[in-house]
């Protein structure tokens, strides 16, 4: 710093690099405070958006349906692998075990993927259904239909 | 410009409208001489708030548009519909020939569809079937018919209608056979509520 400023020469050079003009500089300023302030709303809105598409409760729904259809679809001695690759990521997050994900009771399907929500859809086949994740690195849930109740 | 020159010139020499129109110096000169803005970063601020205004309405569509298409829920009642009059009709016949249970010999027996294994147990409200049997002769009256479930859904439905606050169902006919060779038509028709599930 002291050296700047005994040297004449680059005292000068350091003057110059910044503008002198205040105008413009208040003028890049402000587009300055423009552009971050539309990134932040876009920003906010990209997250809006994201979240409402891979939420809880869109996915609960969407695989609650989703196996009520396959086992009024199916019959017995039937055993159907369903990928829920998003469905155990977001279970990661909210620490909830794998296997409390999918309940079957009284022909109802109940899809859990926080601690505070859940989703029911019934289905009509009379069948005896196990339900439970598979083994730790897949990503797929196995519904076996055992029988007729 | 000779008309514009004139404008001026009156508007400034007709002190009246001048002192109507303004009320300090400064503001009658602004006024008189320049009605359109010189300052340019004023123009600036306005059209950055017109930008603003602009994002924000884009922003409210956007947002707009996103909750009413994942806040409705997916509609599968079509598909329900669909598998339930599949379960009845591999009950009612199944490769091509009429359950015994049902018609045998030209005869109509007793049958209970508890044995399709079906079970509408927590919203029995939510389900009705109809499965009609017509003679290939005469196919105007039916040779055996059975309801079940909600018998009200019938009469809410129309085929013909959608509408989503209504019941949705599916109808399919095929032919089949007796055990004495004798032809039929089988009808079956399905339709679920679930409205609250699904619209």
């Keep these: ?12 050079q350091l003057l110059s690099a910044f503008p002198k003009n205040r105008k413009g500089a208040e003028l890049l300023q402000k587009y300055v405070i423009f552009i971050v302030l539309n990134l932040i709303f876009m920003s906010v809105l990209l997250f809006f958006i994201s979240s409402k598409i891979n939420g ?23 055993e159907m692998k369903l990928n829920m690759g998003d469905a155990f990521d977001l279970v990661e997050k909210n620490k909830i075990s794998r296997d409390e994900i999918v309940k079957i009771e009284n022909n109802s399907v109940i899809v859990k993927l926080s601690a505070t929500s859940g989703y029911t859809y019934n289905f009509f086949n009379d069948v005896d259904v196990t339900a439970y994740a598979d083994i730790y690195p897949s990503k797929n849930y196995l519904i076996k239909i055992n029988g007729y109740k | ?8 010139n009156n508007f400034i020499q007709n002190k009246k409208t001048r002192d109507f129109a303004c009320s300090t110096k400064q503001k009658k000169e602004k006024f008189s001489l320049h009605p359109t803005p010189r300052n340019r970063s004023g123009a600036e601020e306005i ?8 994002l924000f309405i884009a922003a409210g569509g956007i947002v707009g548009m996103v909750l009413i298409f994942y806040g409705n829920p997916y509609d599968v009642r079509d598909i329900e519909a669909s598998l339930l ?19 045998s010999d030209g005869k109509t027996g007793e049958f209970s569809f508890s044995n399709c294994h079906l079970n509408f147990s927590p919203e029995e409200d939510e389900y009705f079937y109809k499965v009609s049997i017509y003679q290939l002769e005469d196919l105007e009256n039916y040779f055996f018919e059975t309801r079940g479930g909600n ?10 209608e959608y509408s989503e606050n209504l019941p949705v169902g599916t109808e399919k006919s095929f032919y089949s056979l007796d055990n004495a060779g004798n032809q039929y038509i089988i009808k079956i028709l399905g339709i679920i509520r679930k409205t609250k599930q699904n619209v």
């Design chain 1, 1 to 12: 710093m002291r050296w700047i400023i005994k040297n004449k020469k680059a005292h000068v």
């Design chain 1, 56 to 78: 809880v409760s869109v996915l609960e729904e969407s695989y609650s349906k989703n196996i009520a259809l396959l086992i009024d679809a199916s019959t017995p001695i039937m």
């Design chain 2, 1 to 8: 410009m000779a008309t514009n020159k004139m404008f001026k």
């Design chain 2, 47 to 54: 059209m950055s708030m017109y930008w603003l205004a602009i």
């Design chain 2, 85 to 103: 009059v599949d379960k009845i009709a591999d009950c009612v016949s199944y490769g091509g020939k009429i359950n015994d249970l049902i018609i």
């Design chain 2, 151 to 160: 018998l009200n859904l019938e009469a809410s439905y129309s085929i013909n």
